[in-house]
């Protein structure tokens, strides 16, 4: 099985940019659909974007449609999250996972796992 791990979450304002990454290792990268979700205080984990296995297929929440581009670079197993414009209610941990689906958006259709890289607005 794969083995994820998020980096780039840090302290944030709003309007502010941010990028994050998500290495993969153990298993071939392509091989996998790939997402990012959240997850904050009291809050249910929630879809944020999918890509589809050559990157050729994106999809977002409505929330952050417009203001996040999901991407992916197979030659170096890294998915990256690049969010734009950000507001106070994006403050989570985000979360990487794996999946054999096209564009998932459910949590329980995703096979691995990254433990979270947090994102906090200090506004």
């Known amino acids: 099985q794969v083995q994820l791990v998020e980096s780039g979450g840090r302290l944030v304002q709003a309007g502010d940019s941010l990028k994050l990454s998500c290495a993969a290792s153990g298993h071939p990268f392509s091989n996998y659909a790939m997402g990012w979700f959240r997850q904050a205080p009291s809050k249910e984990r929630e879809f944020v974007a999918a890509?589809?296995?050559?990157?050729?297929?994106?999809f977002y929440a409505d929330s952050v449609n417009g203001r996040f581009t999901v991407s992916r670079d197979n030659a170096k197993s890294t998915l990256y999250l690049q969010m734009n414009s950000l507001e106070v209610e994006d403050s989570a941990v985000y979360y990487c996972?794996?999946?054999?689906?096209?564009?998932?958006?459910?949590?329980?259709?995703?096979?691995?796992w990254g433990p979270g890289t947090q994102v906090t607005d200090s506004s």
């Open positions: 996972a794996a999946s054999v689906r096209l564009g998932a958006t459910m949590p329980s259709s995703y096979d691995a």
């Open positions: 890509i589809g296995w050559s990157g050729e297929s994106t």
